[in-house]
């Protein structure tokens, strides 16, 4: 036998991991301490009532054998699903094809199966700082990884270079960990790029639904042609809390080719093998997301979270910190205070406030100086974290 040797490329824990373990540490060693978590992006409201009456409602369905559901008939999902997330684009007036939806257990999974398309001598190519489950990917699969930088001279949003050319790309808009977002006419300039190029986009919009301001593309299909070069990865976690739930779903266009090859036809071809498709109850529980009553009530949970990033900015505001992110986002990414690099910063704050949030640095090295926060939090506890964090940086 012999291993994935490039399973020794990877850094040995995910950032997560490394900063739990801190977290961990530090309250062993200080009981007492009333530590806030702003780091990792969880959400922490309940799911909603409509998805819940949804789920129970499938349940029963399954403890009866009229309504008793074995293997799902499509692992592409149900038809029921599929079209509610057809309908959920025609509101932002963008036309998919039900049989361009694939539903799956999330977008994390979606994000790394999807390689399983690509031949590993593609170059890909990825933000810094970057979410690092596309970079993991593809080193786990041994494939040249190129950097382009987001720093505060590009807002964070880069834009295609003509003299860099990869295979693969990814774009993930509102950006985590920035919170940075594209507009259309910037994803028309990508799209552009990657015909040019014959590359393929993964458009990572697992944060969409925080989409508000005019001009900011909730998805890449809004840019004209984008159906030939892009894919798009997107997920219930994040507008429905579905993080423990775990649903997503990932758009595949017919008119996706290379060579005369439809990449919708290799999806369906990879996940008929390697997939048995989301539970029943799951996709019930989704579809009820898509609803009147379940929108409504998702706007609610959606509003809360802008409510926690505002307290969080207006307390930066209050003491000078320069950030960005937090309008389209549910994170804040600030420049950490006294030229203090992220890590420094992260230990600092812990000691300093008892506050978590995520080193700059953990998502690349352009992340250096730069710092963190999630508006996923509880809305109390993200108003003393704000109170703590301003308290403790008026003493530098
Ligand atoms: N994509 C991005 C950019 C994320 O930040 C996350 C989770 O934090 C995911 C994907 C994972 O989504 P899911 O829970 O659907 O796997």
């Known amino acids: 036998m012999q291993l994935n040797k490039h399973f020794s490329e990877i850094s040995e824990s995910y950032l997560f991991s490394t900063i739990g373990h801190k977290v961990a540490a530090y309250q062993a060693a200080n009981p007492d301490a009333d530590i806030i978590r702003l780091g990792i992006g969880d959400v922490t409201l309940p799911l909603a009532k409509s998805v819940i ?39 932002h007036g963008v036309a998919v094809g039900t049989d361009e939806i694939f539903i799956s257990d999330g977008a994390k999974s979606d994000l790394g199966n999807f390689l399983d398309l690509f031949d590993v001598n593609n170059t890909v190519l990825v ?81 969409e639904c925080f989409v508000t301001e005019p001009g900011c593309a909730r998805s890449i299909y809004e840019v004209p042609g984008a159906k030939e070069c892009a894919v798009e990865v997107c997920s219930f976690s994040k507008i429905a809390g579905f993080t423990g739930t775990r649903c997503g779903y990932t758009v595949v266009p017919q008119a996706l080719a290379q060579d005369g090859t439809q990449l919708n036809k290799l999806w369906m071809r990879r996940q008929t093998t ?23 009530e998702i706007q609610q949970n959606l509003d809360y979270y802008r409510n926690n990033a505002a307290v969080i900015a207006a307390a930066l505001d209050e003491v000078g910190v320069w950030y960005c992110g937090g309008k389209n986002s549910p994170y804040i990414w600030l420049r950490c205070p006294a030229g203090m690099k992220s890590w420094d910063f992260f230990d600092w704050l812990l000691e300093t406030a008892h506050v978590v949030g995520t080193p700059g640095e953990g998502f690349g090295s352009c992340g250096e100086g730069y710092f963190r926060l999630t508006a996923f939090g509880d809305a ?16 530098l």
């Open 53 to 91: 009456e949804a789920l129970h409602r499938a349940v029963e369905e399954m403890g009866h054998k009229e309504t008793f559901r074995g293997y799902i008939p499509s692992e592409q999902g149900y038809d029921f699903l599929r079209e509610a997330i057809q309908g959920y684009y025609a509101g």
């Open 127 to 207: 933000p810094n700082p970057v979410y690092p489950v596309y970079v993991d990917d593809n080193v786990m699969a041994g494939r040249k990884i190129l950097y382009m930088p987001a720093t505060a001279e590009n807002a964070f949003l880069p834009m295609p270079d003509d003299a860099v050319h990869a295979d693969i790309v990814y774009l993930c808009s509102p950006n985590n960990p920035t919170g940075a977002t594209y507009t259309v006419a910037q994803l028309e300039k990508w799209v552009a790029w990657a015909k040019k190029n014959q590359a393929v986009i993964l458009f990572d919009a697992a944060y």
């Open 274 to 296: 390697k997939f048995n498709g989301v539970p029943y109850i799951v996709q019930r529980g989704a579809e009820a997301v898509f609803t009147t009553e379940g929108m409504r």
């Open 380 to 395: 109390e506890k993200t108003k003393e974290a704000a109170r703590r964090l301003k308290e403790a940086i008026k003493t």
